[in-house]
């Protein structure tokens, strides 16, 4: 496969599993890459992480799935954290965290496996949900492929901390912006009765949300 050691500031690449799984938990989406008849695809998705290995799903039906089952991919998964702001615009930065991993899109086919990934997906983006909706049902779960992607073949790269270069009592202002992605409040749809109560999970998720 792909080697995974960036060959711009190497010095800023890892495969510390830790590392790696932090920036993949603390994710939302991530980019799977693959080649469908000839001409480069990709498509951003949805995932959960189970030890060494994240999970992905999609209509049995789709052409996505359907192109990647069996195949080589490339996946990716970035969080902006800051911009960094130089003396020149040359100079300019960003404070980020990526993942960029090459595996083989394999296929989980038992419902059992596929029913307990639904209910690992749904939970981690809204934990305490399955207990207040109920698992899927077989047919829903029939309609859906579920691939994994092995993290073997995946590697970290970080950048952190101040401008990093030389500035004099004639430069502009100077410094990072953070960024910060999060939770806003719950809007109830317009078909519910506007007086009923946020659930308690979701309360706890907006208020103990902070920084994604």
């Not at 296929?107 to 997906?121: M, Q, R």
């Not at 009765?193 to 920084?211: A, F, H, R, V």
Request: charged residues 20%; aromatic residues 8%; proline residues 6%.
């Amino acid at each position: 496969m792909a080697n995974t050691t960036p060959s711009r500031y190497p010095s800023r690449g890892t495969q510390d599993k830790e590392t790696l799984y932090q920036i993949i938990d603390e994710g939302l989406f991530c980019t799977v890459a693959f080649v469908r008849d000839g001409i480069p695809h990709q498509i951003p998705t949805g995932f959960a992480r189970v030890e060494n290995d994240i999970y992905i799903h999609a209509s049995a039906k789709s052409k996505f799935i359907e192109a990647i089952a069996g195949s080589i991919v490339s996946f990716s998964i970035i969080h902006l954290d800051a911009l960094v702001l130089a003396p020149t615009a040359f100079d300019h930065s960003f404070n980020y965290r990526s993942v960029i991993g090459f595996a083989q899109a394999v296929e989980i086919s038992d419902p059992t496996e596929k029913l307990k990934f639904f209910n690992l997906f749904t939970d981690r983006y809204i934990p305490g949900r399955i207990n207040d909706i109920g698992e899927p049902n077989a047919d829903q779960v029939n309609i859906t492929k579920i691939v994994k992607l092995s993290l073997d073949n995946a590697a970290a790269k970080v950048r952190t901390g101040d401008v990093n270069v030389t500035m004099d009592s004639d430069s502009a202002w100077c410094g990072i912006i953070p960024l910060e992605q999060h939770y806003g409040q719950p809007q109830i749809d317009h078909q519910l009765d506007q007086n009923s109560p946020t659930p308690e999970y979701i309360k706890q998720l907006i208020d103990g949300s902070g920084k994604s």
